[in-house]
Nanobody
C-alpha cells in the first residue's frame, strides 16, 4: 500500500514536500514515480527515482522539484520549490519492481490515492 501526504494550499513561489510511504514491502527494491493529474486531463509524469537512486524529471519541473528516497523510512519524497499555479493538481505516487527510468503510467503496478496540491497566484 502506498500513502501520499504533504499536499495543501500554497502561494506561488512557495514550497511543499510530498511524502510517499509504503507498507507491506521493502521500498528499496522498487522504482517510485510521482505523477499528477488535473480534471479532464491525463495523468502526467513528474519525476521518478530508481532503486539505484537514478532520477528523471519532466522538463517543466527540472530545477524546481527534487525526488529522493529514505529506504530506512520506506518513504520517497518530492520536494517542490518555486511552485507555480500550473503545478496545481492531484499528485500520485506509484511503485514498480522494474529497474529503469519509467515515465509512463502503464509501467507502474501500484498507486497511492493521491494528494491535492493547490498553488494560488
Amino acid at each position: 500500500q502506498l500513502v501520499e501526504s504533504g499536499g495543501g494550499l500554497v502561494q506561488a513561489g512557495g514550497s511543499l514536500r510530498l511524502s510517499c510511504a509504503a507498507s507491506g514491502r521493502t521500498f528499496s527494491w522498487y522504482r517510485v514515480g510521482w505523477f499528477r493529474q488535473t480534471p479532464g486531463k491525463e495523468r502526467e509524469f513528474v519525476a521518478v527515482i530508481t532503486r539505484r537512486s537514478t532520477t528523471d524529471y519532466r522538463d517543466s519541473v527540472k530545477g524546481r522539484f527534487t525526488i529522493s528516497r529514505d529506504n530506512a523510512k520506506n518513504t520517497v519524497y518530492l520536494q517542490m520549490n518555486s511552485l507555480k499555479p500550473e503545478d496545481t493538481a492531484v499528485y500520485y505516487c506509484a511503485a514498480d519492481s522494474g529497474l529503469s527510468i519509467a515515465p509512463q503510467t502503464s509501467q507502474y503496478a501500484d498507486w497511492g490515492q493521491g494528494t491535492q496540491v493547490t498553488v494560488a497566484s
